[in-house]
């Protein structure tokens, strides 16, 4: 069955510091890759998806992720963390007629 | 309107209450979605409906009864609720169902059960 794990349940970085959450999934299909952000009391907002072509892709607020298939990892990064990205980060992955699974969140807390 | 709403935005209710969460999507969407957000446990997923039907009930108490009467709607109509039902209750819509298609999210309702 697939699955999709987040090893990390909190992490704490400095503001400007460069931040880096991972993910990986186990399947042996090509899967459809997402991250999605949620901000307390808010819903989950799309940051990035990954289908297939450059295995490196930009998304919004700064972020890129980047596809590993030799280690079944998609880890989000972004260089300069700003107060304001403090939140729940969520790995999604997907596959063709299944349903998508959820990762148990990376909370991120932002240091000044 | 634009996105995902969601109605109401707080919810607290009685065991023997019984009420009904809304939500209504405004992206075209063909699929919709109940999910579960518990204190510590990852996304819950409840009901999946693509093109108004119901192709997805991961196993979810009777006293959770969803309702489609179309692609834009979706309900979760409660009923003789317990205390561990208290949650985060989030709708999402997709182009269609399945795996491939990127998810948009209401801002939920938090439900508190006494």
């Known amino acids: 069955a697939q699955s999709v794990t987040q090893p990390d349940i909190h992490i704490t970085v400095s503001e400007g510091a460069s931040l880096e959450l991972r993910c990986n999934y186990s399947y042996g299909a090509t899967p459809y890759l997402f991250w999605y952000v949620q901000s307390p009391g808010q819903g989950l907002q799309l940051l990035l998806k990954y289908f297939s072509g450059d295995t490196l892709v930009q998304g919004i607020k700064g972020f890129e992720a980047e596809f590993k298939r030799s280690q079944s990892s998609f880890n989000l990064r972004k260089p300069s963390v700003h107060w304001s990205d403090a939140a729940e980060y969520f790995c999604a992955v997907g596959y063709l007629r299944n349903d998508m699974r959820f990762g148990a969140g990376t909370r991120l807390t932002v240091k000044p | 309107e634009t996105g995902v709403t969601q109605t109401p935005r707080h919810l607290v209710m009685g065991m023997t209450n019984k009420k009904s969460l809304k939500c209504e999507q405004h992206l075209g969407h063909n699929a919709m979605y109940w999910y579960k957000q518990s204190a510590k446990k990852p996304l819950e997923l409840m009901f999946v409906y693509n093109f108004k039907e119901q192709t997805e009930n991961n196993s979810v108490p009777s006293r959770f009864s969803p309702e489609c009467p179309n692609s834009s709607h979706l309900f979760l109509h409660l009923h003789t609720l317990q205390p561990e039902d208290s949650a985060l209750y989030l709708c999402?819509?997709?182009?269609?169902?399945?795996?491939?298609?990127?998810?948009?999210f209401g801002p939920g309702t938090r439900l508190t059960v006494t």
């Open positions: 999402a819509s997709s182009r269609e169902a399945g795996g491939s298609y990127e998810q948009y």
